[in-house]
């Protein structure tokens, strides 16, 4: 049975429904590309920041659900390029399969805004419904899990697809190296779904930064420290990466890794990593540092855990997540590795974090 939502129906906003696999319907109207599409059904919560979460590659193989009633008030910037990195998004594209929300905002106002919501999801063919209770559609995921799901429209259809059973990092990931900053130290950064403020936040603190495909071959390559990037999917599908992984562990070299890149270092390490029921997708979840105390608000979009029970005996849990215990984060006891599972470079989000990047870098400088 269908879930009606509140919007009303105009010939500009044709019937449409996200349909789950376990049979739940919910009734909106089209607002994106006139089409279906099918993916993993997602929420995340926060006010602000749909430009920078629909362009996050983490978000690729999703239909992202938005909590926040009100989308699009704001409009969507334009693309403005800074030191060959947009100011604004985080990749060069909408990554997200798909978008649901409560209510759009057909009038959008701010001073930086190019163009509509509706207009840039139609311009990159993807589709979306309004008019959903989102509320409702949270509680349900909430309860059951994520799980597949799509938008189909009057008489179109598509089969479900699950983006979890391929490799995702192939699809969001460089086809080439590219170089950043003209600083002395050089930081490798394996781009498995890198966000555009990962690179920036490094340059800003002074390093020469590569960005390398996903597939990149490290073994001879001479460089001070290596950043692990973010990215989508199954961190166990990664063996390349991981292989990557431990050969930079060999060398001692710093290495920072961040969310997905999170999950591989533990996997290069020896723990294990487990599919979460729903995941942390938001702007908003607490962790606390293990032997200070103090606790931080950090933006998150991961879908994946590390087992922290698992993990070796010369390395030890950093930061840990106060709502369900899940592993926030891991460093070596010795050695000048360790990793974060939530987003300093906090685009969109909180910036308790950022500090991380200071800490990195200094490794690198010495």
Known sequence: MAQQGPSAYTPEFP???????????????????????????VFSTGMVGYPEALTDPSFYGQI????????????????????????????HRIQATGLVVCDYSVHFSHWE??????????????PALMGIDTRALTKHLRVKGSMLGKIVLEGRDVEFWNPNAHRLIEKVSIDRPVDYGDGERLVIVLDCGCKESIVGNLLERGVRVRRVPHDYDLQDVEFDGVVVSSGPGDPKMCHRQIHQIRHVLRREKPLLGICLGHQMLALAAGAETYKMKYGHRSQNQPVIEAGTGRCFVTSQNHGYA?????????????FSNINDGSSEGIRHKTKPFMSVQFHPEAAPGPVDTMFLFDDFVRMVNA
């Open 306 to 318: 590390v087992d922290i029970a698992t993990l070796p005996e010369d390395w030890e849990s950093w």
């Open 113 to 126: 805004a190019a163009r509509s919501l509706a207009r840039w999801l139609q311009d990159s063919k993807v």
């Open 15 to 41: 019937p449409a429904r996200l349909v789950l696999e376990d049979g739940r319907e919910f009734a909106g109207h089209s607002f994106g590309y006139d089409g279906p599409v099918a993916g993993e059904v």
């Open 64 to 91: 992202l659900t938005l909590t926040f009633p009100l989308v699009g008030n704001y409009g969507v910037p334009g693309d403005a390029d800074d030191r060959g990195l947009s100011r604004f998004f985080e990749s």
